[in-house]
């Protein structure tokens, strides 16, 4: 499976819209394999990554990168903060979640082992990093998935 991946310095976001995200194609699906975020100012914030079941208002479309050059591009799309909001699962569907300190560095980053977090074919098909409450703050945020 070839890998990409694509970041950003995000927006602010908010619960209803990701910082970032990552949706497959209508023929296309993912693995995701690793998302760090990153805090770009000196207050704190809480995230998670949710499914999201809707496409709508997606943020500007980001760069992916290949990391075999040699692969075709990629067919999923990566998003940065979104402007209207998509549709979360609501609960705790993958249970990812972080505090990221009141300090310019605090981060995390989330990995998910050799299976990977599957999203499956669909356009509407994604997966998202959410505030988790609160205001949010601009931070620097990226995906890894294979396809």
């Known amino acids: 499976m070839p890998r990409y991946s694509a970041g950003i310095k995000t927006g602010v976001g908010s619960t209803d819209l990701p910082i970032i995200s990552l949706y497959a194609s209508a023929s296309v699906g993912a693995k995701i394999r690793e998302i760090g975020v990153f805090n770009t100012t ?23 990168s290949k990391h075999d050059p040699d692969s075709a591009a990629a067919g999923c799309t990566a998003h940065g903060t979104g402007s209207g909001s998509p549709t979360p699962v609501k609960g705790d569907d993958l249970g990812y979640r972080a505090v990221l300190g009141a300090t310019v560095g605090s981060g995390v980053i989330f990995t998910f082992g050799d299976a ?18 609160g205001a949010g703050q601009a931070c620097q945020a990226y995906i890894v998935w294979d396809e």
């Open 116 to 133: 990977g977090i599957r999203v499956d074919p669909g356009a509407a098909n994604g997966i998202g990093v959410l505030i988790e409450e």
């Open 42 to 64: 000196a207050t704190a914030l809480a995230i998670r990554l949710a499914r999201l079941t809707s496409a709508d208002a997606q943020g500007s479309a980001l760069t992916k």
